[in-house]
Structure formats: C-alpha cells, structure tokens
C-alpha cells in the first residue's frame, strides 16, 4: 500500500444486503479505493480470508438477515484485528452500535445515509492508520504489559511512559483508531522516537485535566 495521499491500493471490504448500497459505495469510492464488496457476513468472511493481509477496513451495515453487522464485525476481529471495523447503521439501532462501540468490536460509527465527504475522510485516516501500524509506527502491543487493565483509579500508574497503542487505548477508554485519530489531529500529546510514536502518561494526563476543565466550563454557562 502507498504511504499517505495515494490510496488507490487501499483495500475497503464493505457488506451490505441491500444491493443499492453496495452500488453505491463502488460508484463514489472505486476511483479512489480499491473496493470488496459482499452481500452478506458469509461472502464477506470469504473474502476477509481471501485479502486479510491487505484489508484496511471493515465496513458492514448492522441490519442484515441472518448474521448482523455487529456479530460480523465482532468475528471479524479475531481474524484481521488491525483491520478498522466501521459499523453503519440507522439511528433506530444507536443503542445496538453504542454498545458494540463500548465492546471494542466497532471502532466507528457512520449512520445513513452517508455524508459522503466525512466518509470519504475516515476511510481515509483509516488506511493512514493500517499502513502505520504496518511500518511499525507503533510499537506492537506484547512490548509492555498489553494485557494490563488499569481501574479508573490507578490506571497506568505504574508506567511512566505510555508504549504501545494498545496502552494508550486502554488509558484513554477508547479504541486504537480513536488515538490514531486524535494524534493525527494534534489533539493528544505525542512525539516521535525516530519512526515510532511515543506517549508520557503525565502528558496524557495533563491533557485529560485540560479536557475536562473545558468541558466543565462550558457547562456553567
């Protein structure tokens, strides 16, 4: 895959029932991606292990007969974990996506119909962000304690330095595309040590105090 701005090589498998929607996303997006498209969870695990090594991201829609979009992309994380699983749905099935949000099996939201643009854009940072865990821009997550489960009281107390993005994830209570994201858009404290990304948790820390105070004083007005 070409490193960031050319993405023609960039592999999206999307799975939808409905056939206008699979229409749909290659009319826009071939030109730009390359596209698998599948109708239900079967053919789409078929092609999963067919192109898993390429696959940036996941993107399926939660009402499908049989398997639903969540169960896929649950399954599909044991199989591809460093894929970014999108989920679109409707805003009748929020309660549904929020909790596979809570779970870790969804790393983004995208309801219908598409805003195009912001789609466009997230597919985007999802195969910057595949092809930088590629070319080790993180370290892989066994370096440290990948396993640790920090309470919200003594979360990562014991580390000064925050390693692998598997940590930080777990510090910050959100999933690995969430931090790439908020990296990318200069929103968290990061640095680089030669080619990989490095987090100090009183950096971390600071930042969150800050976030808070901001949200706290938009609340008294």
Not at 24 to 33: A, P, Q, S, T
Not at 113 to 135: G, S, Y
Not at 140 to 155: C, E, G, I, V
Request: aromatic content about 10%; some cysteine; proline content about 3%.
């Amino acid at each position: 895959m070409e490193r960031l701005g050319d993405y023609q090589n960039c592999t999206i498998l999307y799975v939808d029932d409905e056939e206008k929607s699979l229409v749909n996303f290659n009319r826009v997006f071939r030109k730009k991606f390359k596209i698998l498209s599948a109708a239900n969870a079967a053919e789409g695990y078929r092609l999963l292990e067919e192109y898993r090594d390429d696959i940036a991201l996941l993107m399926s829609d939660q009402r499908m007969p049989g398997e639903k979009g969540v169960e896929f992309l649950k399954r599909s994380r044991e199989v591809h974990p460093n894929a970014v699983r999108i989920l679109t749905t409707a805003y009748s099935d929020f309660d549904v996506a929020i909790e596979a949000m809570n779970s870790g099996a969804v790393s983004k939201l995208v309801t219908k119909p598409w805003d195009i643009p912001q789609l466009e854009m997230i597919i985007k940072e999802a195969c910057d962000f595949f092809t930088a865990q590629r070319e080790g821009e993180f370290l892989p997550d066994t370096d440290l304690s990948a396993q640790l489960k920090p309470t919200s009281h003594d979360r990562g107390a014991e580390i000064g330095e925050l390693r692998t993005l598997e940590q930080v994830a777990r510090y910050l209570a959100v999933d690995k595309f969430t931090v790439y994201r908020l990296i990318t858009q200069k929103k968290i404290p990061a640095f680089k040590v030669g080619n990989q990304w490095r987090f100090k948790q009183e950096m971390v820390d600071a930042w969150l105090v800050a976030k808070a105070n901001i949200k706290k004083a938009k609340s008294d007005y």
